[in-house]
């Protein structure tokens, strides 16, 4: 650091604009520098900008409103000094640097995921409608001349059996479980509320390094100027480097040349590239962007050997063939990664180089480097569309390689939108862009969160895959963050799901999870306020019309308690495909639609029974409570097997075995309950044998018109749209305890 005219160090939090600071290999860069001097200078910007090469440095100004990752005149805070030595001035610190704005965008409340959003929604139904209920049978049983206390008691015990009290237990008791599944899938769960989220998803944004490819240059061939492929060129390529071999392997090696090295090279190629021997180097530099070394043949002939950006090496060449620009567009094209290779013949006598060596060359041809998509990529994506999950790439490399990738891996068609393009639309204009564009390249930390947020409103459940510091930002806004377990710490923080593998397939797993957890929260939410509906609506009915209360508040109570106890076990139930195959979503319409409709066929069947124990079996209080009890209970208890799924119950679709055992083994227990030495203590007791059969043949009846209501329900409501999320501003909220933040930064020194 250069301060008040001399050389000292302190600490990183006491850096301020203006400041002069220098910068070697190896070094966190402490803030936003403008770099006024550079020699050979290189920083990994993989945390901001994704990429896996590090960014070249020239103190030249670059043009503004240029993208993140092309700010070669500027080294950003949080990255690393890869090669080389620079010098600049502060222009930035803390959170208004590039890499603090994202700390501080992880401040903010992130948003209410789906799932909650739904669980919302939902208890406002069930209290609207046991707010009214229970006012109305609290006011009958008052204009009757019951006693105030009872009615009262009675009004209250509606209320509680109308909701379904177990729903946490079970929504947990589904999410836990859920946990250990995609444990055992690799994929680790931070907040369990986010697996229903993540089987929700319709959109998926991805970066591409590492997840659609391998994550690594790897060289693929090189090739004539003409575009042919010729091995003869290796042996210079191999020579020409700035790094050092010991034992056979290079040091300090840029990526291209370790791809290069550790690629498909011939041992015979390699064995030439050995008989060179190296006499002079001219090392690469953002200016002339190339390298040049000197080499001596056996023969004792020598040459230059340059090899560099196409660009800047064509110009170089006293000659160029017509065929080598087609070749370039060609493999720019398919995505590739190219650089140049020429040569020029010197004296024998020559034994020293510099850059204006670089000159009269004559081109050799080209070496071609690829990051591969990933082999298990195209089946991930080819899954998550079967699922209804749209991938989309959003990411800060090349556009043209990223749309190569994404035809390789057959993505839908689509747009392009580079960064550029993004920060001149407005959000309107990009939420009519989204749904037609495929790759987002050349993006920065802050558009890529833009482009969720947008996506989001447009009433889509989105997550966002990512595992460096400049996906952060987007990981926070997603409905469903993902990142990787060999992501950076602040991706890990930020995400809610973790991948122990950076496969898409994995995720895949978990998208079906969700929604098989989704799938069997919905049956209970579905059949517990459609049953307690029709039997509290019955309840109060019948309170209206009987010179006695229909059920004891305390039998209501048991009655619930045994009815939920049997319900534990729906976490463990089968799924049908086709509930695993798109996207489900909280649709309160259909929930209110389903409780109206199946609550009062219930309630049918409970007045009939009503009917049967007062004119048929002549009963009393105690045995009028006693039948019904049994009745309501078998009834909404075994109808589970007729609501968990819309093809024939036990035929088309079997449920799981420990969900068989409880219903029925619960159904038993409350049958005999009225039998037991506890009916006296309950208000029970015993029923004649022939109530069971008429029981036996009034629950067959009602679970088989039940089915058939089922199939007219789902064919003429099901089509309907779900509610509209409605996402904004105003509803953001908490979803996890801690926030990613620091109450001071870490010790990291500006050094000379």
Known sequence: MLRDGRVQEIDVTEVVPGDVVTLRMGEVVSADVRLFAVTGLECDESVLTGESVPSKKTARPVPSGSELAELSSCALMGTVVHAGYGRGVVVATGGATQFGRIALGLGKRQPETEFQIGLRRFSLL????????????????????????????????????????????????????????????????????????????????????????????????????????????????????????????????????????????????????????????????HERRMVSVLLEERSNSRMVVTKGAPESVLVRCAVVPDGARMTLEAEFAAGHRVVALATRSVPTEQSTLTADDEKDLRLQGFLVFLDPPKASAGEAIKRLAELGTTVKVVTGDNPAVAERVSTELDLPPGHTLTGTDLDALNDEQLADLIPATTVFARMGPEQKSRIVRVQRGGDVDVAFLGDGVNDALALHAADVGVSV????????????????????????????????????????????????????????????????????????????????????????????????????????????????????????????????????????????????????????????????????????????????????????????????????????????????????????????????????????????????????????????????????????????
């Open 126 to 285: 069930l209290i609207r409608v046991a707010g009214v209920l229970t006012a109305l049978i609290f006011l009958v049983n008052v204009l009757l001349d019951r006693p105030v206390i009872d009615a009262l008691l009675f009004s209250l015990a509606i209320a509680v059996g109308i909701s379904p009290q177990l729903l946490p237990a079970v929504v947990s008791t589904s999410l836990a479980t859920g946990s250990r599944q995609l444990a055992r899938r690799k994929v680790l769960v931070k907040r369990l509320v986010c697996i229903e989220d993540l089987g929700d998803v319709e959109v998926l944004f991805t970066d591409k390094t590492g997840t659609l490819t391998e994550g690594r240059t790897s060289f693929m061939h090189a090739l004539t100027p003409e575009g042919e492929v010729c091995d003869g060129i290796l042996p210079m390529g191999l020579a020409c480097n700035d790094a050092t071999l010991e034992n056979g392997r290079l040091v300090h090696a840029s990526p291209l040349d370790s791809a290069l090295w550790g690629g498909p090279v011939p041992p015979a190629q390699r064995e030439a590239s050995e008989s060179y021997r190296r006499l002079a180097l001219v090392p690469f530099d």
């Open 485 to 752: 377990e060999s992501g950076t710490d602040v991706a890990k923080e930020a995400a809610d799901v973790i991948l122990l593998e950076k496969d898409l397939l994995v995720l895949a797993d978990g998208v079906v999870e969700g929604r098989r957890i989704f799938a069997n929260t919905m049956k209970y939410v579905l059949m517990g306020t459609s049953s307690n509906f029709g039997n509290m609506f019955s309840a109060a009915g019948a309170s209206a019309f009987l010179g006695f209360l229909p059920m004891l508040p305390s039998q209501i109570l048991l009655n619930n308690l045994l009815y939920d106890s049997s319900q534990l076990a729906i976490p463990t139930d089968h799924v049908d495909a086709e509930q695993l195959s798109r996207p489900s979503q909280w649709n309160i319409v259909l929930i209110r639609r389903f409780m109206l409709f199946f609550g009062p066929i219930s309630s049918m069947f409970d007045f009939m029974t009503f009917a049967v124990l007062l004119w048929v079996f002549h009963t009393g209080p105690d045995q009028f409570r006693s039948g019904w009890f049994m009745a309501s209970l078998a009834t909404q208890i075994l109808v589970v097997f007729v609501i968990r799924t819309r093809r024939i119950p036990f035929l088309q679709s079997r449920p799981s075995v420990l969900l068989s055992v409880t219903a029925f083994g619960v159904v038993t227990v409350g049958v005999a309950l009225p039998a037991t030495p506890l009916a006296p203590l309950l208000g029970f007791t015993p029923m004649p044998f022939s109530f069971l059969f008429f029981l036996s043949l009034m629950v067959i009846c009602y679970l088989l018109l039940i089915e058939v209501a089922k199939r007219w329900f789902f064919q003429t409501s099901a089509p309907r749209a779900p509610q509209k999320r409605g996402h904004h501003l105003g509803h953001r909220m908490h979803r996890r305890a801690g926030r990613f933040s620091a109450a001071k930064l870490p010790k990291i020194s500006a050094k000379q």
